[in-house]
């Protein structure tokens, strides 16, 4: 059975930092890539960090510079290490796995900025 388990969403004031995880299992975590979406109250999903199988990474302009993703493999985890957050970064954050046939979506994770 696939599933994408995230943690490490909370409550934090501008400025500071959080560090998201996404635990893999039920599939070959290694062959897939892996990303983060976000998705703030009214507004769609969007795309903010990608990572490939072979770790290429690439980024939403929105957070350049301030977001970094990474994966361990032998870990099944993927994390988005996220500093110097604002007010607009407030989201429920998804982790996804992606094949050329298959797509999986974690349950989700809070993050609000705020003071």
């Known amino acids: 059975q696939v599933q994408l388990v995230e943690s490490g969403g909370g409550l934090v004031q501008p400025g500071g930092s959080l560090r998201l995880s996404c635990a893999a299992s039920?599939?070959?975590?290694?062959?897939?890539?892996m990303s983060w979406y976000r998705q703030a109250p009214g507004k769609e999903r969007e795309l903010v960090a990608i990572?490939?199988?072979?770790?290429?990474?690439n980024y939403a302009d929105s957070v350049k510079g301030r977001f970094t993703i990474s994966r361990d493999n032998a870990k099944n985890t993927v994390y988005l290490q996220m500093n110097s957050l604002k007010p607009e970064d407030t989201a429920v954050y998804y982790c996804?796995?992606?094949?050329?046939?298959?797509?999986?979506w974690g349950q989700g994770t809070q993050v609000t900025v705020s003071s």
């Open positions: 996804k796995a992606m094949s050329l046939t298959l797509n999986y």
């Open positions: 039920g599939f070959i975590f290694s062959i897939y890539t």
């Open positions: 990572i490939h199988s072979a770790g290429m990474t």
